[in-house]
């Protein structure tokens, strides 16, 4: 028996992996020492991070966005979905990104589906300065289908802890902002796929399905990749102007601000208008208002907490951040305000 | 709908993410300075890696190993060959292991499963002082069955560059020797999967199969956790008894230590008695020669190169070296010296 009865195609992993090593070179600041493809890949950090540098490491998925991609064949966002993510996880701690490693399952190596999502990787990461130096593409055929995807990746940061963000720095007064998401970024895609298993079902046998009122099909709503809030964040951080800042992920708004609110510290989120693709959800799958606040970011995918005095810098800045109301001390948590 | 409707259990990943913090806790460092469970995991590495810090990344992860494990409920040895996998990577450059994430996607998040792989994760971290600061716990119901696990690292450390390990420090008459594996760690296992297709289907249904010689069932063995070479190679690393090392895995012997090889220098293997799991798999799959050495460690999982007048050393530190040859300049890479 050799591999290729075992269902394992070397063929293919060899040209793939050869063509992410030309992708991920792009990506390369002069600071990665080593090609992909060593046993390790080494960063210089000499003089970063101030007099007490500290590394940042985030880890996440895309959860089964991989599957809703796969019914259309629909996997080119993939790879920025990862590395938003990944990375707007880590910057919320004051850190700069610096180099990403990406974990690629599949169920039969696809040269050409890989390039994709490399490539969607690379991109991403261009647009947040950081060099994809490494990574792992494991076949696992009788556990993935071909088409099947599980894509997970690792950011590493510096971070100067003087200029760290977090609960630690935020005050009575500060005002909270939140950055728009049009969409559902990579979280939920579980109670996305069950409440439009016939949706999906129709993608994969080649129809559209329901449009949203801009025109768009709602499928195409639902793959759409996630906004990178990193450049913003990371610009905002560097003018000094944030206290502290939340990715809505996992949990959904209030838990993920609450976390970096110090205790005993609290703010009433006032309402705002949801985009589209999330009052089709609630519709199409009679989903619970609690339940979508904890599953969805509902339109606001970045939340900033700053001085009341960074208000205007951070308007001017990022015109569409939408006003989300005060931190204020002896309030329990975050509280939702009805509309 | 709700989430339970999805498929998903919120309370069971809850439940697990409680339990993965308290397991990890155990193997903070005090450079470790953020809990699990913020947005980021920060790693205090001031007066880190000398006057040029550089850091050292690797991923990997178990392959279907995941499923051989599956067939019997024997999943308490993944987490050690997941770090096995990464940091036995890592540590061949010259670094040293600094901290881990993990990222573990299941069929259906089972606390008491999602315990016993942390357990065995932080356990082999222990033994490498690594600290275990972050991962990510994913549920793909209907993409994973339940019991079906992905299993992947990501491990950082650091290296003083004047004390790296590489081709770069090779010289003719260096000596080759080979640290032993007694199993398969944790590489072709989709070859396993193919070959013993029978044995797990046995398995599943509560037998043993066959047994080997010295009294383990064979199933036992393809199970066994891989050895942990890291303490090893930090020992003679910092002893500065090495010149370079490589890490067995797929690719087999030849191909890996090729890529600590200067150009224009080679080395002739010498023949070693294959422990007798690789015997029985190269009987039972009718596996030819060559393709037992691309996929397989055959009994050496880890291949130092060192200077002749550390051998007498490294023979003291680590008995059971296998002797494997001499590096000469002008030979063509790896040479296998048949039986």
């Not at 002069?30 to 007490?52: E, H, K, M, N, W």
């Not at 630690?168 to 500060?174: A, L, M, S, W």
């Not at 909270?176 to 409440?195: D, M, Q, T, Y």
């Not at 308007?315 to 569409?320: C, E, G, K, L």
């Amino acid at each position: 028996m050799n591999y290729d009865d075992a269902g394992v195609s070397l063929a293919a992993a060899d040209a793939s992996v050869a063509r992410i090593a030309q992708i991920a070179r792009r990506t390369f600041s002069p600071r990665v020492l080593t090609p992909i493809g060593g046993f390790g890949a080494a960063f210089d950090i000499s003089g970063l991070g101030g007099q007490r540098p500290t590394l940042v490491s985030t880890t996440d998925g895309v959860g089964t966005k991989t599957e809703v991609a796969r019914a259309g064949a629909r996997y080119e966002g993939l790879g920025r979905d990862l590395v938003a993510m990944c990375v707007d996880d880590l910057v919320t701690t004051g850190a700069q990104p610096l180099f990403f490693l990406d974990y690629l399952a599949m169920g039969a190596v696809d040269p050409a589906l890989v390039s994709l999502i490399v490539e969607s990787i690379a991109t991403a990461l261009l647009e947040v300065n950081a060099s994809l130096v490494g990574g792992e593409l494991a076949e696992h055929p009788g556990v993935l289908e071909p088409g099947q995807v599980d894509l997970a990746g690792f950011a590493v940061g510096i971070l100067d802890p003087d200029q760290s963000l977090g609960a630690h720095r935020v005050e009575n007064g500060d005002v909270v902002l939140g950055l728009p998401s049009p969409n559902v970024r990579a979280n939920g895609f579980s109670l996305i796929r069950a409440i439009y298993a016939e949706l999906l079902e129709q993608v994969r046998s080649g129809r559209r399905g329901p449009s949203l009122a801009d025109g768009r099909f709602l499928y195409d709503a639902l793959v759409e990749p996630s906004v990178l809030y990193t450049p913003t964040v990371r610009a905002l951080t560097e003018a000094g102007l944030l206290h502290a800042a939340a990715h809505v992920t996992g949990g959904g708004l209030a838990a993920n601000l609450q976390r970096v609110l110090p205790p005993d510290y609290g703010v009433a989120i006032r309402p705002w208008p949801w985009p589209e693709i999330f009052t089709h959800i609630a519709h199409d799958g009679d989903v619970p208002l609690t339940t979508m606040r904890t599953t969805f970011n509902l339109g606001v995918g970045m939340v900033l907490v700053a001085p009341p005095a960074a208000k205007p810098a951070i308007q001017a800045a990022v015109p569409t951040a939408i006003d989300l109301g005060v931190i204020e001390r002896s309030r329990e948590g975050v509280e939702w305000i009805d509309a």
